[in-house]
């Protein structure tokens, strides 16, 4: 008896955690079809071999670097006007979105996209899919998901 109870329990946790992971999440599966020069991609980073991408994009607001420069100097006045030393926050600027796995090649884009000015009409997702072409004219497709802020 004393060694079914916690058979019991890790096969309950096992099914109950394969439950919560196999549900697909309700998102759009239109991909965002990306040009790495847009002003609203922060910074990307693709691995030579192709196997990973992060990519930041700009938050809706703060696009234009006077946007973001003018929030840096409206919060640095604050503190050089503060008599005791208090930490304020910056605004988060960009969102990061990562993908550690092998993308997707695609020999033309023969699939509905978005582009990523359409990011931001609704709620960011958590998970998107985004394509980047290639020099060769073929594209790569990701499944990339929002890195949480801290």
């Given amino acids: 008896m004393s060694i079914t109870k916690p058979i019991i329990i890790s096969f309950l ?33 693709v691995s030579k071999d192709t196997s990973s991408i992060s990519i930041s994009f700009y938050i809706n607001g703060y696009e234009s670097k006077q946007k973001r420069e003018k929030v840096i100097k409206e ?25 550690i796995g092998k993308p997707e090649k695609l020999s033309n884009l023969d699939c509905r996209y978005k582009t990523l000015s359409e990011l931001y009409v609704n709620s960011i997702p958590f998970q998107i899919y985004i394509i980047i072409k290639k020099s060769d004219g073929t594209y790569l497709k990701w499944s990339t998901v929002m890195l949480p802020e801290e």
């Fill in 13 to 45: 946790m096992f099914v109950s955690s394969n439950l919560i992971f196999s549900q697909k999440p309700n998102i759009d599966n239109i991909p965002f079809l990306i040009d790495l020069t847009d002003s609203l991609v922060a910074n990307y980073s």
């Fill in 75 to 99: 919060r640095n006045d604050i503190l050089n006007k503060q008599k005791r030393r208090e930490y304020i926050k910056l605004p988060i600027f960009s969102i990061n979105f990562i993908d």
